[in-house]
Structure formats: structure tokens, C-alpha cells
């Protein structure tokens, strides 16, 4: 099985913050993979998509790359909304799996 | 506008079954794979099963494989997930999500989730 590591596993940001999530596959998983926003209570909101696809109505500011094995989704300048815990999720071969979260907070 | 509506959790004794069910609409059903993601209390989440959107084709996490069953109804628009011999680490917030592309059998990220169904697995 393909294991998901994301780095780091809490972020401590401020307002107007460049923040960069990065996610490790086990292997090469080519650009096959997912970012999710979670806030709590709540179900995963899509955001990224082949690794560098902005999923449609999410704000220009997140922006995902990366490709093998390596991948960071970065956002250019946090805003109160972004609060919450982000996932990776690779989709390259069975079972796909779910990095550990990042929990964004203040 | 894409709903997704599960239902069938609640309380089931180790060794147990359930089934859960999601009703969907505002798309087109019988042209996207549907999965199911888990969340047990204060954790990540987790992939548990996948169902194509047309051809039949199921794939499972090891977790649940033999234990779990996922079936649609693309005629009424509904995704279930048949649960058997429940233990108490499948005690979960279990969503139900819909693939991402249309038309292809089974893409693999998931633009759409439910609210989600609560089950806990205790004696």
C-alpha cells in the first residue's frame, strides 16, 4: 500500500500568512493526487485535484504542486477562513489513502 | 444543486451488522463512481470503498475487504454499504462522496460529500 505523509502535522500561522503543506508518497504516485479541507463538525471540502488542479469555486489562492512522490499545497495569503485541517489523498492504485492531516491554526 | 443524504447508522454490538444508505441527487447519478470515507472520532480520514459507475466494479480498503459490501441502485439514485461483523474500530463518522469525473468508471478524488452517519460499534 502507498503510505501518505504530510509535514508538518500542525501549522501555527497568522492573517496574511504564506502557508505550504507538504505531502510524501511511499512511492511515485505521477500527479494522482487530492487536497481536502476540513473544519470541524463538517464533512471534506475538495480543493485541489491532479495534483495542481484548482478545483472550481475555490479561492486563487490555494495552489497545489508537485509530481512522484512529492507535493505541497500552498496558500499565498491566509485568511480567517482557512482555518481548518487539510488532507492529501492519493489515487494512483488501490487502496487509496489519506495523508494524517494538518491542522492550520492561530 | 449536488445533495448527498446518508442514513443508517446508530448503535450496533461487536460482531453486528448495518447498512448504510446515501441518496443522492442533482446530478448525474449513473455516470460517476461513489465512494465511501471514514472518520473515526478525533482522526484522520479513511478510504473504505469505491463502487464504478456503471460496470459493477467494487474496490475496498484491507480493513473492511470480506467484511464490507458496496452496492448501487443506479434506478433510485442510491449508494449503500453493507457492514458485517462491526468491531469497535469501525465506529466512525462514515461519509458517503461522489467521484469527481463523469462518465469515466472510477477516477479516484471526490467532489462531493454528505454530512455523513455516525456509527459506533459497543456492547
Known amino acids: 500500500d502507498i503510505q501518505m505523509t504530510q509535514s508538518p502535522s500542525t501549522l501555527s500561522a497568522s492573517v496574511g500568512d504564506r502557508v505550504t503543506i507538504t505531502c510524501r508518497a511511499s512511492?511515485?504516485?505521477?500527479?494522482?493526487l487530492a487536497w481536502y479541507q476540513q473544519k470541524p463538525g463538517k464533512a471534506p471540502k475538495l480543493l485541489m485535484y491532479?495534483?495542481?488542479s484548482l478545483e472550481s469555486g475555490v479561492p486563487s489562492r490555494f495552489s497545489g504542486s508537485g509530481s512522484g512522490t512529492e507535493f505541497t499545497l500552498t496558500i499565498s495569503s491566509l485568511q480567517p477562513d482557512d482555518f481548518a485541517t487539510y488532507y492529501c489523498?492519493?489515487?494512483?492504485?488501490?487502496?487509496?489513502?489519506f495523508g494524517q492531516g494538518t491542522k492550520v491554526e492561530i | 444543486d449536488v445533495r448527498l443524504l446518508e442514513s443508517g447508522g446508530g448503535l450496533v454490538q461487536p460482531g453486528g451488522s448495518l447498512r448504510l444508505s446515501c441518496a443522492a441527487s442533482?446530478?448525474?447519478?449513473?455516470?460517476?463512481?461513489m465512494g465511501w470515507v471514514r472518520q473515526a472520532p478525533g482522526k484522520g480520514l479513511e478510504w473504505v470503498s469505491v463502487?464504478?459507475?456503471?460496470?459493477?466494479?467494487?474496490y475496498y480498503a484491507d480493513a473492511v475487504k470480506g467484511r464490507f459490501t458496496i452496492s448501487r441502485d443506479n434506478s433510485n439514485n442510491m449508494l449503500y454499504l453493507q457492514m458485517y461483523s462491526l468491531r469497535a474500530e469501525d465506529a466512525a463518522v462514515y461519509y458517503c462522496?461522489?467521484?469527481?469525473?463523469?462518465?469515466?468508471?472510477?477516477?479516484?478524488?471526490?467532489?462531493?460529500w454528505g454530512q455523513g452517519t455516525v456509527v459506533t460499534v459497543s456492547s
Open positions: 462522496a461522489k467521484d469527481g469525473v463523469w462518465g469515466a468508471t472510477i477516477f479516484g478524488y471526490f467532489d462531493y
Open positions: 442533482g446530478f448525474t447519478f449513473n455516470r460517476h463512481a
Open positions: 463502487i464504478g459507475a456503471y460496470d459493477g466494479s467494487t
Open positions: 512511492q511515485s504516485i505521477s500527479s494522482w
Open positions: 491532479k495534483a495542481s
Open positions: 489523498q492519493h489515487y494512483n492504485s488501490y487502496p487509496w489513502t
